[in-house]
């Protein structure tokens, strides 16, 4: 399971303006702001970046300048694959350390659309058991009871993140990871083809 949720494009302008530096070239700019307040690329700007994309990573600085934030919620299980993209990336996320015992743990916090319903079970039960020791816990703040939580939460456990990266970092994880064996990375790859002017900088590119 993965949703993706307050999703946000923007600098698009200020990018592409730098990517007329090189050439002095701002007097071709084309490029508009709609009634939606959406920014809008022309011709001459599209077919600009559509060239230095394809041209590779070394002319393709305009990308590192378009920022993408979202939210993402998923099992820890993806982000531990997530957290291999380090640079330019940056997250904030729920603290399992700090409030996983201020609410009961159940199963709607967990990834289970791959359990048949005996296994979905065994997860419930597992759940049950640690559902127990988080009252213990909130009961006596005995320490020992908080790591018990934490060293059982299995990796179907989802957080919460906020993420920023750019258009760049997309390219390498689109196309690193789009065929990957995990579900979630299919999920991930079709958001990404949904952000502006994906299938001409982003799904196309490498």
Known sequence: MIKFSN??????ENAIRGARNPM??????????NEAGDYVL???DLKLARGLCVAGSDHRKF???IFVSVDINAPMYWW?????????????STSTMHKIHSKPIELADFSYDHLDAPTTQVLQNFINDIEKIRLTYNQTKDKGDWYKIIQLLPSSYNQLRTCTM?????VAMYHARKSHKLQEWHEFAKWVETLPYAEHLITTIK
């Not at 002095?24 to 702001?33: A, G, R, T």
């Not at 750019?166 to 997309?170: A, F, I, R, V, W």
């Open 166 to 170: 750019n258009y760049e970092n997309l």
């Open 7 to 12: 999703a946000s494009v923007y600098n698009f």
């Open 42 to 44: 022309g011709e001459n």
């Open 24 to 33: 002095n070239s701002w007097d071709k700019i084309d490029s508009f702001y």
């Open 63 to 65: 990308m590192r300048q």
């Open 80 to 92: 531990k694959e997530y957290d291999t993209y380090k640079v330019g990336t940056a997250a904030n």
